[in-house]
């Protein structure tokens, strides 16, 4: 009897979205920089989406005649030309801002749509070490075999440079200093030595062209591991803000739910005014001003998109697994779960913004505020 491997949760970009890269590949056949998979006008369509249905000029097998390539990031135009820039320099790439606006989704999109992967990813921690940078070694063929190319085991980032195509470093500032400190000749000399192998033709390790290294690092935990001068001088700096219009926050938490709570076996049944409500309430904590201008007490921890997001799949999960009630009661206790996290003055910041505007909504004659209001007692 054969099993049937399960669905995996989340595709890489690269598989989600298919059929809009060979669509691209095929539409756009402008220059490409070495290695690239895409133009870079192609690129930056393919991040932004195109706006319109876009027509093949001939047809091309299994691919439609035409499409319109949907937008996946939510943010300034420009700042994704410049990305693409840099990264048609050879040059590396630093996506820096707070936590949860979407700086690791941009790096996997640019990296499927210059290189057709977003596979090559080392994930920064405190614990990583040079290895994820450089190169390991298969130990039963060292003491087997001694040092050999078959026995080298290529890092991501190695792995990367032998191909021409683009590796990720995620939160560049977990990694230890010295564990850094491997990137910079790695973005420098474009080459990595293997001393081990001295005498072969596999001593070094000569980067081909199309290699460069997208990083992110959020701007709380500078204070980690702090960059050296070097090491920032090796990246192009770009800064990922938070969503800037409230209807299109709202939209993307709304189509990044829907996806969560279908993979849960849902359907997304959320109302929109609390949706609403839910987006109005991180963006008033978020900038510690609401937007009819009233004064706002700021939490500790970031209300960042990522987590509205996370709020609205659970309360959809919840009407749809737990039906109990209006959904809009749910809401004051996951707002406290997302708050009470560093910094347990934040509770009363949360209180304090339930006395400010949520207060002055409900006495304004908003039924949905004044719901709200009537919960405070939740919050306790």
Not at 70 to 81: H, Q, T
Not at 195 to 205: C, F, M, R
Request: charged share 25%; net charge negative.
């Amino acid at each position: 009897m054969t099993t049937q491997a399960p669905a995996r949760q989340i595709l890489p970009a690269e598989e989600r979205y298919a059929e809009e890269l060979a669509f691209l590949a095929a539409y756009d056949t402008g220059a490409r920089p070495p290695g690239w998979a895409l133009t870079p006008r192609a690129v930056v369509t393919f991040v932004c989406g195109s706006g319109e249905p876009l027509v093949l000029s001939s047809a091309s097998p299994g691919l439609p005649d035409k499409l319109e390539i949907a937008p996946k990031f939510v943010g300034e135009r420009a700042l994704v030309e410049r990305c693409v820039v840099t990264l048609a320099g050879e040059r590396g790439l630093l996506l820096v801002g707070e936590p949860g606006t979407a700086k690791s989704m941009l790096s996997e999109l640019l990296a499927a749509a210059v290189s057709g992967t977003s596979a090559l990813t080392v994930q920064g921690t405190a614990g990583t070490t040079e290895d994820a940078f450089r190169y390991g070694w298969n130990y039963a063929l060292l003491l087997a075999q001694g040092p050999s190319r078959n026995a080298l085991v290529d890092s991501p980032v190695l792995t990367a440079m032998r191909s021409g195509r683009v590796a990720r470093v995620e939160e560049v500032t977990r990694c230890l200093p010295e564990v850094q400190d491997a990137l910079v000749s790695i973005l420098s000399d474009r080459r990595v030595s293997v001393p081990e192998l001295a005498g072969t033709d596999d001593a070094i390790v000569a980067a081909a062209q199309g290699f460069t290294v997208i990083g992110t690092a959020n701007l709380r935990d500078r204070g980690v591991s702090e960059m050296s001068a070097a090491l920032k001088r090796r990246f192009n700096f770009e800064t990922v803000e938070p969503i800037g219009d409230p209807a299109a926050e709202t939209a993307l938490v709304r189509r990044q739910a829907t996806g969560a709570v279908e993979r849960a076996g849902a359907s997304f049944g959320v109302d929109a005014s609390v949706l609403d409500a839910l987006v109005t309430v991180f963006r008033d904590l978020r900038a510690g001003r609401s937007a009819e201008g009233w004064d706002v007490e700021r939490p500790g921890t970031v209300m960042s998109t990522a987590e509205a997001v996370q709020v609205a799949a659970s309360l959809a999960i919840a009407t749809a697994y737990l039906p109990a009630g209006d959904v809009v009661d749910l809401l004051p206790g996951h707002l406290l779960g997302v708050v009470r996290k560093d910094d347990p003055a934040d509770h009363d910041r949360l209180l304090g913004y339930w006395d400010g505007p949520v207060r002055r909504r409900a006495e304004e004659g908003s039924a949905l505020w004044r719901r709200l209001w009537d919960l405070r007692e939740t919050l306790r």
